[in-house]
Protein backbone atom coordinates (compact mmCIF):
# COMPACT_ATOMS: atom_id res chain seq x y z
CA UNK A 1 0.00 0.00 0.00
CA UNK A 2 1.61 3.33 -1.35
CA UNK A 3 0.94 6.07 1.36
CA UNK A 4 1.72 9.08 -1.22
CA UNK A 5 1.41 9.72 -4.15
CA UNK A 6 4.97 8.70 -5.90
CA UNK A 7 5.43 12.21 -7.17
CA UNK A 8 5.06 13.59 -3.72
CA UNK A 9 7.74 11.50 -2.21
CA UNK A 10 10.42 11.90 -5.01
CA UNK A 11 9.95 15.76 -4.20
CA UNK A 12 10.55 15.29 -0.57
CA UNK A 13 13.14 13.62 -1.24
CA UNK A 14 14.65 16.32 -3.89
CA UNK A 15 13.71 19.06 -1.55
CA UNK A 16 16.01 17.11 1.41
CA UNK A 17 18.83 16.58 -1.15
CA UNK A 18 18.78 20.13 -2.39
CA UNK A 19 18.80 22.14 0.72
CA UNK A 20 21.15 19.89 2.06
CA UNK A 21 23.57 21.08 -0.52
CA UNK A 22 23.20 24.17 -1.96
CA UNK A 23 19.20 25.52 -2.21
CA UNK A 24 18.05 27.61 0.71
CA UNK A 25 14.88 27.14 1.64
CA UNK A 26 14.13 24.34 4.31
CA UNK A 27 11.98 20.97 2.93
CA UNK A 28 9.76 21.75 6.19
CA UNK A 29 8.00 24.17 4.05
CA UNK A 30 6.64 21.23 1.16
CA UNK A 31 6.06 19.03 4.94
CA UNK A 32 4.55 21.46 6.48
CA UNK A 33 2.03 22.68 3.51
CA UNK A 34 1.23 18.67 3.44
CA UNK A 35 0.54 18.76 6.86
CA UNK A 36 -2.65 21.22 6.50
CA UNK A 37 -4.33 18.51 3.99
CA UNK A 38 -2.80 15.37 4.21
CA UNK A 39 -3.00 12.29 7.35
CA UNK A 40 -0.36 12.66 10.36
CA UNK A 41 0.54 9.05 8.67
CA UNK A 42 1.23 10.43 5.09
CA UNK A 43 2.80 13.46 6.81
CA UNK A 44 5.71 11.08 8.24
CA UNK A 45 5.96 9.34 5.40
CA UNK A 46 6.78 12.68 3.17
CA UNK A 47 9.50 13.32 6.80
CA UNK A 48 10.89 9.89 5.86
CA UNK A 49 11.31 10.95 2.18
CA UNK A 50 12.60 14.26 2.93
CA UNK A 51 15.24 12.55 5.43
CA UNK A 52 16.46 10.30 2.68
CA UNK A 53 17.61 13.17 0.54
CA UNK A 54 18.89 15.64 3.32
CA UNK A 55 20.94 12.18 4.51
CA UNK A 56 22.48 11.60 0.64
CA UNK A 57 22.85 15.27 0.47
CA UNK A 58 24.34 15.90 4.12
CA UNK A 59 26.90 12.65 3.28
CA UNK A 60 27.45 13.99 -0.53
CA UNK A 61 28.60 17.74 2.06
CA UNK A 62 30.32 15.71 4.03
CA UNK A 63 33.08 14.51 1.57
CA UNK A 64 33.27 17.62 -0.43
CA UNK A 65 34.26 18.74 3.02
CA UNK A 66 36.66 16.20 3.63
CA UNK A 67 38.52 16.26 0.54
CA UNK A 68 38.26 19.91 -0.58
CA UNK A 69 37.90 22.32 2.48
CA UNK A 70 38.81 25.22 0.71
CA UNK A 71 36.27 25.09 -1.95
CA UNK A 72 33.32 23.93 -0.36
CA UNK A 73 34.05 26.80 2.17
CA UNK A 74 34.10 29.21 -1.04
CA UNK A 75 30.93 27.54 -2.44
CA UNK A 76 29.04 27.98 0.84
CA UNK A 77 29.36 31.55 1.41
CA UNK A 78 28.38 32.17 -1.58
CA UNK A 79 24.90 30.70 -0.54
CA UNK A 80 22.31 33.52 0.51
CA UNK A 81 22.11 34.26 4.41
CA UNK A 82 25.73 32.18 5.12
CA UNK A 83 28.87 33.86 5.91
CA UNK A 84 32.55 33.41 7.05
CA UNK A 85 31.42 33.56 10.82
CA UNK A 86 28.56 31.63 10.41
CA UNK A 87 30.47 28.68 9.04
CA UNK A 88 33.12 29.24 11.78
CA UNK A 89 30.69 29.26 14.66
CA UNK A 90 29.90 25.62 13.19
CA UNK A 91 33.71 24.82 12.95
CA UNK A 92 33.56 26.18 16.71
CA UNK A 93 30.33 23.94 17.92
CA UNK A 94 31.65 20.62 15.99
CA UNK A 95 34.80 20.75 17.89
CA UNK A 96 33.46 21.83 21.51
CA UNK A 97 30.36 19.78 21.31
CA UNK A 98 31.62 17.36 18.54
CA UNK A 99 28.66 15.61 15.86
CA UNK A 100 26.31 16.61 18.53
CA UNK A 101 26.51 19.81 17.61
CA UNK A 102 24.31 18.61 14.69
CA UNK A 103 21.30 19.43 16.75
CA UNK A 104 22.11 23.07 17.10
CA UNK A 105 21.13 23.72 13.86
CA UNK A 106 17.69 23.40 13.90
CA UNK A 107 17.65 26.01 17.00
CA UNK A 108 19.72 28.56 16.22
CA UNK A 109 18.86 28.51 12.07
CA UNK A 110 22.52 27.69 11.02
CA UNK A 111 22.32 25.44 7.93
CA UNK A 112 22.58 21.53 8.76
CA UNK A 113 24.79 21.88 5.26
CA UNK A 114 27.19 24.05 7.10
CA UNK A 115 27.93 21.07 9.28
CA UNK A 116 28.25 18.36 7.12
CA UNK A 117 30.78 20.58 5.47
CA UNK A 118 32.29 21.27 8.66
CA UNK A 119 32.61 17.81 9.97
CA UNK A 120 33.91 16.35 6.82
CA UNK A 121 36.57 19.02 7.04
CA UNK A 122 37.39 18.12 10.35
CA UNK A 123 37.43 14.51 9.50
CA UNK A 124 34.97 13.57 12.26
CA UNK A 125 33.99 10.27 11.96
CA UNK A 126 31.74 9.56 8.60
CA UNK A 127 29.39 6.81 10.25
CA UNK A 128 28.66 8.68 13.78
CA UNK A 129 28.11 11.42 11.21
CA UNK A 130 25.47 9.63 9.36
CA UNK A 131 23.96 8.29 12.37
CA UNK A 132 23.57 11.48 14.42
CA UNK A 133 21.90 13.46 11.12
CA UNK A 134 19.27 10.89 11.03
CA UNK A 135 17.53 12.16 14.53
CA UNK A 136 18.91 15.61 13.82
CA UNK A 137 17.41 16.27 10.73
CA UNK A 138 13.98 13.71 11.42
CA UNK A 139 13.43 15.87 14.57
CA UNK A 140 13.01 18.91 12.84
CA UNK A 141 11.19 17.48 10.10
CA UNK A 142 8.69 16.05 12.61
CA UNK A 143 8.23 18.57 15.01
CA UNK A 144 7.16 21.43 11.98
CA UNK A 145 5.04 19.06 10.63
CA UNK A 146 3.37 18.38 13.80
CA UNK A 147 3.07 22.26 14.76
CA UNK A 148 1.07 22.90 11.83
CA UNK A 149 -1.39 19.63 12.32
CA UNK A 150 -1.66 20.71 16.37
CA UNK A 151 -2.45 24.49 14.55
CA UNK A 152 -4.88 22.91 12.27
CA UNK A 153 -6.73 21.35 15.39
CA UNK A 154 -7.06 24.14 17.19
CA UNK A 155 -9.16 25.93 14.79
CA UNK A 156 -11.30 23.52 13.31
CA UNK A 157 -13.58 25.77 11.28
CA UNK A 158 -10.75 27.61 9.35
CA UNK A 159 -11.06 26.14 5.83
CA UNK A 160 -8.17 24.53 3.94
CA UNK A 161 -7.82 28.19 1.71
CA UNK A 162 -7.58 29.84 5.36
CA UNK A 163 -4.79 27.15 6.62
CA UNK A 164 -3.15 27.79 3.26
CA UNK A 165 -3.06 31.37 3.56
CA UNK A 166 -1.69 31.24 6.94
CA UNK A 167 1.03 28.38 6.07
CA UNK A 168 1.85 31.10 2.80
CA UNK A 169 1.89 34.05 5.23
CA UNK A 170 3.70 31.98 8.09
CA UNK A 171 6.97 31.20 5.85
CA UNK A 172 7.20 34.43 4.05
CA UNK A 173 7.33 35.74 7.79
CA UNK A 174 9.78 33.50 8.70
CA UNK A 175 11.59 33.95 5.25
CA UNK A 176 11.51 37.72 5.89
CA UNK A 177 13.07 37.85 8.76
CA UNK A 178 15.63 34.88 8.45
CA UNK A 179 17.03 36.80 5.82
CA UNK A 180 16.85 40.17 7.38
CA UNK A 181 18.64 38.67 10.31
CA UNK A 182 21.67 36.73 8.97
CA UNK A 183 22.04 38.16 5.09
CA UNK A 184 25.03 40.56 5.67
Excluded at 112 to 126: R, V
Aim: charged share 15%.
Amino acid sequence: MRLLPERVGLEAFAWGLAEATLFFIVPDVLLSGLALKQSMRRVVHACLWALAGALLGGVLMYFWGRFSPITVLGVLREIPAIDLPMCEEVTRQLRDEGLFALFIGPLTGTPYKIYAAMAGALALNPLLFFAISIPARLLRFLAVAGLVRLICRAFPGLSLGGRMGLWAVGWLGFYGWYFSHFAG
